[in-house]
C-alpha cells in the first residue's frame, strides 16, 4: 500500500497541450508521453504524473481528462472530468493493481448522462485507510461508500475511472452474447471470522489444538 503517490504501468498516450499552459494556449494540440505515477490526495482528482518525451520533463497533477490515447478525436464526443471520475480519491493511501482476470475485456461504462461507453479494461487503483495509529476521516473502508477506480481505455480516445457498478465486462468465453442487467443491492455489511464465535484456541498449546466451546 503506497501513500499519497503510486507507480503506474508506463501508458503510451498523449496529453492536451492546454493543461501544460494552464489553459492559456495549447488548445488542441497534443504532446506525446508516458504515464509514471498516480497521486491521491482525498477529497480531490486522482492526479497523474506523465513523462513528457519530447522535453525529457516530467510534468505532475493533471487528472484523466488531460489525456488522449489518440489524436484524431472527435471533440463533440469527448466527456468531462466529471463524467471520466465521478468520485474524487478517498484516501491518501493507494494501491495500483492489474486485475489478471479482466485484463484486456473489452467493456462497457455508464456514464453520468445515462449513456454507455464502450472501451478495454486496463488497471484499477484501490485505496484504505492503512495506518491504525492515526484518525481515519476517510470512508475508504465503508462498505456502502467505498469505490475503486478502474481505468479504462475508451473507444472515443479518452480514458475513464470509474468504479465496480459504472461498468459491465465482457469475455469472449465466458460471458452470454445476451447479459442479464445487474439489479443487486448495494453490500452494507462487514463480515468477520471471529466475531461472536462460541469457541477458543487459546487454552491450547497443541499444535493440533482442540477447540474448547465457551
Not at 4 to 31: S, T
Not at 108 to 129: A, E, L, P, Q, W
Not at 137 to 150: A, G, I, Q, R, V
Request: charged letters at 25%.
Amino acid at each position: 500500500m503506497s501513500y499519497l503517490v503510486a507507480n503506474l504501468p508506463p501508458v503510451q498516450c498523449y496529453v492536451r497541450k492546454e493543461y501544460l499552459y494552464d489553459f492559456q494556449k495549447g488548445h488542441g494540440e497534443y504532446e506525446p508521453c508516458y504515464w509514471v505515477s498516480v497521486k491521491s490526495i482525498k477529497g480531490k482528482a486522482l492526479y497523474i504524473e506523465s513523462l513528457l518525451t519530447n522535453y525529457g520533463a516530467l510534468f505532475d497533477k493533471l487528472p484523466i481528462s488531460a489525456y488522449v490515447w489518440r489524436t484524431d478525436i472527435i471533440e463533440s464526443e469527448q466527456l468531462t472530468l466529471d463524467h471520466l471520475e465521478i468520485w474524487d480519491a478517498f484516501s491518501y493511501n493507494i494501491a495500483v493493481l492489474r486485475k489478471e482476470t479482466l485484463q484486456g475485456l473489452q467493456c462497457k461504462v455508464f456514464m453520468k448522462d445515462r449513456k454507455m461507453y464502450d472501451g478495454n479494461y486496463m488497471f484499477t487503483i484501490d485505496s484504505c485507510h492503512s495506518d491504525p495509529n492515526e484518525l481515519d476521516t476517510s470512508l475508504s473502508e465503508t462498505p456502502n461508500e467505498h469505490k475503486s477506480f478502474n481505468i479504462i481505455k475508451l473507444n472515443n480516445g479518452q480514458f475513464a475511472a470509474q468504479p465496480n457498478n459504472r461498468v459491465l465486462f465482457y469475455d469472449q468465453s465466458l460471458t452470454p452474447r445476451g447479459v442479464t442487467k445487474p439489479d443487486f443491492k448495494v453490500s452494507t455489511h462487514e463480515f468477520f471470522c471471529e466475531n461472536g464465535a462460541k469457541w477458543s484456541a487459546g487454552d491450547s498449546d497443541e499444535f493440533f489444538y482442540e477447540i474448547t466451546e465457551k
